[in-house]
Structure formats: structure tokens, C-alpha cells
């Protein structure tokens, strides 16, 4: 993937972003499929930002708007989910950052967390989903109503000894 990547950035953001959100959309809409599948549409949404991050180191232009996304390749911290305005580093925490457009990453953790994945019945697809919202909590912080969602998901009706068998 990586060396399609080099040569056609967008082919490769708007393949991965694409299976993401339609898997996770067919998991949310009932539809049936193998844990497999789930746990994939979950790791191309953590896979998501591992590639923006390559191409920001590979682009010349840090801050390469890709068009019909919605996203900046790259962005660090909130500016990987959503198009934040610029603030002053001190007024950071104090900015609501809630009314900015999601980035296509930002869309796609969205998705993730209101999705319901993470109660999929098989430990593969909860551990990745897991390590997707804890990799990027940087989200979070822009988008503050996914917290408590998150939160329940990692205490819901699993119990442990469901995670032992």
C-alpha cells in the first residue's frame, strides 16, 4: 500500500476511507458479516491515520488539501479531525471546536463510535476497535459527545468472562 501510495495519494485515502465508512455503515444498518470483515472496516479507520501521517512527511506542502474529502493530509493533533481555525497555542483548550467540519478521519471515527462495532461478537473486532479510540483521543477533544459513548462501549454488557472464553 505504501508504494501506491507515493504514486497516487488519493486513490489509496479514498479506497480506505471508503471501505471504512461502508463497513461500518452495513454493521450499523444490520446488515450480517464476518468478524473479519468487521475488524478490517475498524483497522482501516485506525490504518486512516497512520497514512496521513506518511504523507505529510512525503509532501512538500505540509498541509495538502485533497479535494472532495473534506480533509488535510497529515494534520497534527485536532487538525487531523476536523479544519480548525488558527488559534493562539494559549487559547487552545478554551476554543469550542465543536462546529468545525470533520476532517474525512475525524468522519470516519465518528462513524466508529456511533456505530455500535464495538459490541461485535468477537474479541478481535472490540480489541481493535479499543485500540482505534485510544490511539486518536486527540478526537475527542473536538468532538466531546463521543465520550461518554466511548466510555460505555468499554464497560457495557460484556462481562469478563465472555473476554476469558
Not at 497534527?76 to 497555542?89: E, H, I, M, S, T
Not at 479499543?130 to 464497560?155: G, H, N, Q, W
Request: proline residues 4%; negative net charge; charged residues 20%.
Amino acid at each position: 500500500m505504501d508504494s501506491i501510495l507515493t504514486i497516487d495519494q488519493n486513490l489509496v485515502t479514498d479506497a480506505v476511507r471508503t471501505l471504512a465508512l461502508n463497513t461500518i455503515s452495513a454493521y450499523q444498518n444490520g446488515v450480517s458479516m464476518e468478524w473479519h470483515e468487521a475488524e478490517l472496516g475498524v483497522y482501516l479507520v485506525f490504518i486512516f491515520g497512520e497514512i496521513n501521517k506518511s504523507m505529510c512527511f512525503s509532501q512538500p506542502t505540509p498541509m495538502l488539501l485533497i479535494p472532495d474529502m473534506h480533509m488535510t493530509a497529515g494534520g497534527k493533533g485536532r487538525a487531523a479531525f476536523c479544519q480548525a481555525p488558527n488559534v493562539d497555542k494559549d487559547k487552545r483548550k478554551d476554543t469550542d471546536y465543536s462546529g468545525c467540519v470533520l476532517t474525512a478521519h475525524g468522519d470516519m471515527i465518528y462513524a466508529l463510535v456511533h456505530s455500535g462495532i464495538s459490541s461485535y461478537p468477537h474479541r478481535a473486532v472490540a480489541l481493535q476497535y479499543f485500540e482505534t479510540v485510544a490511539r486518536y483521543t486527540d478526537f475527542f477533544k473536538i468532538r466531546k459527545e463521543c465520550i461518554i459513548p466511548t466510555l460505555e462501549s468499554m464497560v457495557d454488557k460484556r462481562s469478563v468472562c465472555s473476554w476469558s472464553s
